[in-house]
């Protein structure tokens, strides 16, 4: 019989069906219940179809969690049911959209899309008929209204996120220029893009990656970006196959740009401000965001694109260039300081006569060598205890490390006050730049080559050299491409604007940003 009814049902083989199936048809058409086709097919199969809103309170496990919230609604003998997660919904506007509902007069048999023009009185709601899409919806903050015996649900955007204000971030700082800067919230940091990109040919494309469906936006310029970087980083976040982005924005990196372990040098740059992430835009980048993270991934990357900062921006080209010949400076002698004075002490007889004052007079209770790793060892200490020292106390903490640790180290005979004097100076010499990771490989790779000069003291240098030139050149990849442009590559042009800070000159419309802006 119900092989019978489905062919009925699709207008086929209707002279086999009896007078006394029809009369059962029309009986259950307007007395008892009306089943779709896919609910045919499930009964002639020998399972019980349920309803869509006990298959999606099932999927979600209504009843184990109490922030899984369903609220009932009766209108008009009909049953309407408000699924959402607590502290995600804004409480005034799912009261009025219920009172609306309650005093409103409609056909409760009408189609959703028509229900969703003639109930729904919010800007942001669309019809959904995929139980699993509607759970998603629902843990993601959407409210989702399920009408009785209906064939879909109707999905309501009035979600709100528990966030902190939108303040200068701590970590990247500027003497001058917009103090906003990202925050937790996906459609926060969107919204702090388009209010200063006013181009239509801003694409914004979302994914949801890896088995718990985090949120991710790649955002582009069309016509500015190039089409082979888009598609390449479009391609690579539509591919990847991770369980979830548990660290957000660090744990995208590590799965978009996978590199060797001993490449430490950061493939990736991280920016916690609007106006950085807009100008890497316009200069034909690509702009990361990734939900719960306050920092955004600024792709392609050039090492040299760190000697740049915003703040070069804000002030006259004269002071930027300043400004940028110093970030410079401090970048090379924080790598190379340390070796090259513990190379010229082992080998004292290629050092200049008047640097010859550098070297330490005498022999030491603890080796060179042992005294820089020490340092190095316990500077990285003093930073992992000031990130857990109340604040209340880190006045007590400065004394105890710069009286305790420093002067009375020296008066113990542990240390020499000249070793002291250059790990202090390269230690403050990594907080030039905002990037840590590009300071960690600056650290590390220095550590290397001091065990390189301690095991070779003539060879030793020159071999860290080689291995460290090694590792920048095999820092590219698919995307990085010109990991060491404009150096390698060669452009002069470029060059030069890495070096000196431009002034902004007027484009014509339409002719593309020609100059480098704030990085």
Known sequence: MLKSIISWRHGKNTANISNNEKNFLLRCKGKFFCLSLSCLRILADGDVMKQLNEQLESYLAFGSSFDLVCRRLLVQDRQYSFYFVDGFVKDEIMERLMAFLLKRDFDPDASLEKQLQTLIPYVEAEVCRDVHKAALAVLSGVSVLYPQDADGFLCIDVRTYPTRSMSEPEDDRVLRGARDGFVETLIFNTALIRRRIRDPRLR?????????????????????????????????????????????????????????????????????????????????????????????????????????????????????????????????????????????????????????????????????????????????????????TPSSLSGSFSIVGALILGDYAVSAGWFDPEILLYMAFVALANFTQPSYELGYAIKLYRMFMLICIALLPFYGLWIALALLLFVLFSGRSRINEKYLYPLYPFDLRALSRVLFRHSIRKTAPGSGHKEKNCR
């Open 204 to 388: 914004m494309e979302h994914f949801a990656i890896g088995d718990m469906r985090d949120d991710v936006v790649l955002c582009t310029i069309e016509g500015v970006c190039s089409a082979k970087l888009h598609e390449e980083l479009a391609c690579r976040l539509r591919g990847l196959d991770v369980h979830a982005l548990t660290m957000g924005q660090e744990s995208l990196a590590e799965a978009l740009l996978q590199r060797h372990w001993w490449q430490l040098f950061p493939m990736v740059r991280y920016s916690e401000r609007p106006d950085v992430a807009c100008a890497h835009l316009q200069e034909g980048g690509a702009v990361i965001i990734v939900d719960n993270s306050p920092s955004v991934l600024l792709l392609p990357l050039s090492l040299f694109d760190f000697v740049q900062e915003a703040q070069d921006y804000y002030f006259p080209p004269l002071v930027g260039t300043y400004l940028r010949f110093v970030r410079i400076l401090v970048f090379v002698m924080a790598q190379f300081l340390t070796p090259l004075w513990f190379w010229f002490s082992l080998n004292p007889q290629l050092m200049p006569s008047f640097f010859r004052f550098a070297l330490i007079q005498g022999e030491s209770n603890l080796g060179i060598f042992w005294q820089l790793m020490v340092l190095e060892l316990g500077i990285d200490a003093i930073k992992l205890a000031s990130l857990n």
